[in-house]
């Protein structure tokens, strides 16, 4: 990693001028930002006021010797690298502020070639860590459960569920129809929990066989079975520590219901062709688009397996059950594939963005993602508008559209698609003005003018 030195800045210390002066010449000399203190007092005041990026103390200074500065420095500053310098007779004091955090140390009289080297290793290493850092910061803000978006009160419930089980352990079976977002409320699960620094693994349960979904779970040996040609350990101990996702567990075979049931209970598993079995420690997090108490009457799903699973359940509703959120994942969906695919389209027009909300989405969120990826990917202007959408969706809509008699009054035509545009959108005020092109303050006029107040959906939660 290449850092550029005239960015860095280093805080030299010690309380003797000659080699204060050397330091400053060295780093200088190869584009550092060198600030310079005469004792340790000095320094805690320049740090607190100067961001540095590395510290370089002597050890033996009056008043607050080195290593009662290093203490201090980890205390307010823990991941600051310090470097310590030392005359001869001081290696065990040296060695003393290793154990305390020191990067390092250099013996007096210092050269530019050893000064250099580990300035250099420990600005890459700091840097390294910090890039390091922010990746894992990204990588758990993509996974937060208010980024997975939705402000209907379907979709605030299940916030407020996943926030009350941050901290929790517990196994958790999340049921929704396909495209509803059951992997992403996983892994929030996930990253809300103790174990958000282990491993998330996840598995289809049903696009496996039983033979190879076993192998996949638990592992098997070498030799254990045609095909296999080296032990495996599978995703239970891959994932040991961590959170296991099994998706689609309704479509395992009874067998396997039966070792996945021992699985979770006893905390251990037997590999494929082994005798012994292996302790796991692992959180469960199950999926499944079907009805388990409908497989369970039917037989096809064990109900010790279901109440092992069950402890918490999540359900997620459909799309066309929360269409309050298609405006806002439409133009979430539309920002990220504008960007990933650097096109300069901007908006989803009016029209557009009616047949969106008008569509039922029986492929859920999916469905509607994929709808964006397309159009941003067809359209050539700056806004998404109908002939950039799936041709079905088209015909679906325009099927569902108010009809009128010829010489009905304007009155009852603006009348009824006013309601139509209310009960669409689930009694949203701003979706609804939006699809009509009129303001909010409009839209209240129109409401009462119409009468519409006791008509319309979810009045009490959409209108006040």
């Not at 780093?27 to 007092?41: E, F, N, P, W």
């Not at 402890?311 to 405006?327: A, C, S, T, Y």
Request: proline share 4%.
């Amino acid at each position: 990693m290449k850092v550029d030195p005239k960015k860095i800045k280093i805080l030299a210390v010690d309380d003797d001028a000659v080699a204060r002066e050397l330091l400053q010449t060295i780093l200088g000399s190869h584009g550092y930002q060198v600030l310079t203190a005469t004792g340790g007092k000095e320094a805690l005041g320049i740090l607190q006021a100067v961001p540095v990026d590395l510290v370089m103390s002597d050890l033996v200074m009056p008043g607050m010797d080195g290593l009662a500065f290093l203490k201090a420095v980890r205390a307010s500053l823990p991941g600051l690298p310090v470097i310590i310098t030392t005359a001869h007779g001081s290696i065990d004091s040296a060695v003393e502020a290793i154990k305390i955090g020191a990067y390092a140390y250099l013996t007096k009289p210092v050269t530019t070639e050893r000064v250099m080297h580990l300035v250099k290793q420990a600005i890459e290493e700091q840097h390294l860590r910090q890039e390091n850092l922010y990746l894992r910061r990204q990588l758990e803000e993509r996974h937060r459960f208010d980024n997975i978006l939705g402000k209907s009160p379907r979709m605030q419930e299940i916030y407020r569920l996943i926030a009350d089980l941050e901290g929790s352990e517990a196994t958790v079976l999340i049921q929704g129809k396909t495209g509803t977002g059951k992997e992403l409320i996983a892994r929030a699960l996930h990253f809300h929990s103790p174990r958000k620094d282990r491993p998330f693994l996840a598995v289809n349960c049903g696009g496996l066989t039983e033979t190879l979904l076993e192998s996949e779970l638990f592992g098997h040996l070498r030799g254990s079975f045609t095909g296999a040609i080296a032990t495996k350990r599978g995703l239970f101990k891959e994932a040991d520590g961590g959170t296991l996702f099994l998706d689609e567990i309704s479509e395992t075979s009874p067998g396997m219901q039966v070792k996945l049931l021992r699985a979770i209970q006893e905390g251990e598993v037997k590999p494929v062709g082994g005798e012994q079995s292996i302790n796991v420690d692992v959180r469960i997090v199950a999926a499944t688009n079907q009805d388990l108490t409908q497989a369970m009457a039917a037989g096809r799903f064990r109900p010790d397996l279901y109440y092992r699973l069950n402890v918490i359940g999540v359900h997620l509703p459909e799309l066309k059950e929360r269409r309050e959120d298609i405006l806002l994942l439409a133009e979430h969906f539309l920002e990220m594939y504008r960007k990933r695919l650097k096109r300069d389209v901007r908006e989803i027009a009016p029209e557009a963005l009616a047949l969106l909300m008008d569509y039922d989405w029986p492929g859920n969120v999916r469905e509607l993602e994929n709808c964006i990826e397309r159009a941003v990917v067809l359209v050539r202007g700056e806004a998404i508008r109908p002939e950039h959408l799936p041709g079905n969706l088209r015909q679906l809509t325009s099927e569902r559209s108010l009809t009128f008699a010829v010489g009905t009054s304007m009155e009852v035509i603006e009348r009824q698609a006013l309601l139509a545009t209310m009960r669409e959108v689930n009694g949203n005020k701003a979706a609804a003005s939006r699809l009509l092109g009129i303001s909010q303050r409009t839209l209240y006029r129109k409401i009462k003018a119409y009468g519409l107040n006791n008509v319309l959906p979810d009045k009490k939660s959409s209108l006040n």
